[in-house]
């Protein structure tokens, strides 16, 4: 039977940047007898999100790789498959919990191949952390401590449990299990996931600079506390305006988690953490990841400076406003700064750099 590499994540793990390796490289690919298939992105999410064992989405996600396969060429004995979805893991929003359900659905779609399966782990406090920005970059705004009671059951997050699923289904011997952190370092991920799959190194032209920028920590908090006021469209101007005002800077400490706070939470994981560095990766010394680096330092958020909203509201008023001359329309006057007001009504520290703003704004 033909391999396929079934890549699964799990999420904030770079798996875009994999894939994105892979879709600029097919030419390369191809060369070397290897073939990226892509699925639907919604039948990918609906597996990611299934919560019992669905029968017609098995059968919908079989046509679907039949189809993508047939765009190829077929099945090929000599050729190497690539399917690669973070959501294959389970939802995460879960912790993870229906990853049995998933791994079982995908095994009854890919039993016309030899699959390997590639899992990449983040360390469980980051992944929290990472996964909380990009719900309030997509417009939520809960608190930290919200999003973190969603991970309350007792199996959330825990990784044995996505690892054993697919190696009860494909077998313990298919399992290629790495950790992120590690795999960044040296020649990068995508380099690594190349050993993995066992190709050089893929011609791709690697991004210089961050097409979707993380939010400072100001920043983040002025969306947290702006979005319920928004509508989808604002929320996407809002998200605009942030990223270009009030990105994070790459040595800006972003850190939800107390040292203290983050001490317990992992020892919620360092048995199975442990585990799956020595039957995973037959380690000796049991560590799966980096120790964190603020173990002995803590770091507070302070709040919101007016110095730091300032920027954001030049950017707002100089090109997301519209400019009002001295003989302008005062109902547009009036108009932005009713937003100006709406967006920073949470911060009452800035509300005379507001009202400066306005004031510009009607001279």
Do not use: W
Not at 76 to 88: A, N, T, V, W
Not at 221 to 243: H, M, V
Not at 325 to 333: A, F, V
Request: aromatic share 10%; glycine share 6%.
């Amino acid at each position: 039977m033909p391999v396929l590499y079934l890549h699964i994540g799990t999420h904030k793990t770079g798996s875009t940047s994999i894939q994105t390796a892979l879709v600029e490289s097919s030419e390369h690919l191809k060369s070397k007898s290897y073939v990226y298939l892509h699925l639907p992105f919604e039948l990918n999410s609906k597996l990611m999100s299934a919560e019992k064992l669905d029968s017609s989405l098995v059968v919908r996600f079989g046509e679907q790789l039949k189809l993508a396969l047939g765009q190829k060429g077929g099945i090929r004995e000599q050729c190497k498959y690539i399917l690669s979805f973070e959501g294959f893991s389970g939802n995460p929003d879960s912790g993870f919990l229906n990853t049995s359900i998933v791994s079982e659905m995908l095994r009854d779609t890919t039993r016309n191949f030899h699959v390997k399966v590639i899992v990449y782990l983040r360390r469980q406090d980051d992944f929290v952390e990472s996964m909380y920005t990009q719900g309030i970059h997509q417009g939520e705004s809960f608190s930290f401590e919200e999003y973190l009671g969603g991970f309350n059951h007792p199996n959330a997050l825990n990784y044995t449990r996505i690892l054993d699923s697919y190696a009860m289904h494909f077998g313990k011997e298919n399992m290629i299990v790495r950790g992120y952190e590690m795999a960044c370092r040296g020649d990068g991920l995508v380099k690594d996931f190349c050993n993995a799959v066992g190709i050089d190194a893929l011609p791709y032209e690697k991004l210089s600079h961050n097409r979707n920028p993380s939010y400072s920590r100001v920043a983040l908090e002025i969306a947290r506390a702006t979005n319920p006021k928004l509508d989808g469209e604002q929320k996407k101007k809002l998200r605009s305006i942030l990223q270009s005002s009030s990105a994070k800077d790459r040595g800006e400490p972003f850190k939800f988690f107390s040292s203290s706070e983050r001490k317990d939470f992992l020892a919620r994981f360092s048995e199975s953490n442990e585990q799956i560095s020595r039957q995973y990766l037959n380690s000796d010394s049991g560590r799966l990841f980096p120790k964190p680096a603020d173990v002995d330092t803590e770091y507070q958020f302070k709040g919101i400076l007016p110095e730091e909203v300032a920027p954001i509201l030049v950017h707002i008023l100089s090109q997301e406003l519209p400019v009002v001359h001295p003989h302008g329309n005062p109902d547009m006057s009036r108009a932005s700064g009713l937003i100006l007001r709406r967006l920073l009504s949470k911060f009452p520290r800035v509300e005379s750099i507001v009202k400066r703003a306005i004031n510009v704004v009607r001279s």
